[in-house]
Nanobody, 112 residues
Framework: QVQLVESGGDLVQPGGSLRLSCTGS????????MYWYRRAPGKEREFVASISFTGRSTDYADSVKDRFTISRVPSMYTMYLQMDNLQPEDTAVYYC?????WGQGTQVTVSP
């Protein structure tokens, strides 16, 4: 059974940092890229960042570039999102995504 579990969400002040984690299990092969998405209140789910299965290739949404850093344990389904200089507009539920599978999400709230 495939499972993705996120953790690390919290309430943080503007300018603060958080590190999200995602751990996957049950995948038949270890060749898939991994993705972070987020859904802010009242908005559609949006792409945040992605990383190849080797960890050598990454991509970011313009809104988080230079503030967020995605990483993973190479060739494993363990992924991280280091989020620095968080702003209120980063408030959202953050989801881990691999192939057709989604985690349950972890809440990030940025507020004074």
């Amino acid at each position: 059974q495939v499972q993705l579990v996120e953790s690390g969400g919290d309430l943080v002040q503007p300018g603060g940092s958080l590190r999200l984690s995602c751990t996957g299990s049950g995948f038949p092969v270890v060749t898939y890229a991994m993705y972070w998405y987020r859904r802010a209140p009242g908005k559609e789910r949006e792409f945040v960042a992605s990383i190849s299965f080797t960890g050598r290739s990454t991509d970011y949404a313009d809104s988080v570039k230079d503030r967020f850093t995605i990483s993973r344990v190479p060739s494993m389904y363990t992924m991280y999102l280091q989020m620095d200089n968080l702003q209120p507009e980063d408030t959202a539920v953050y989801y881990c995504h691999v192939q057709n599978y989604w985690g349950q999400g972890t809440q990030v709230t940025v507020s004074p």
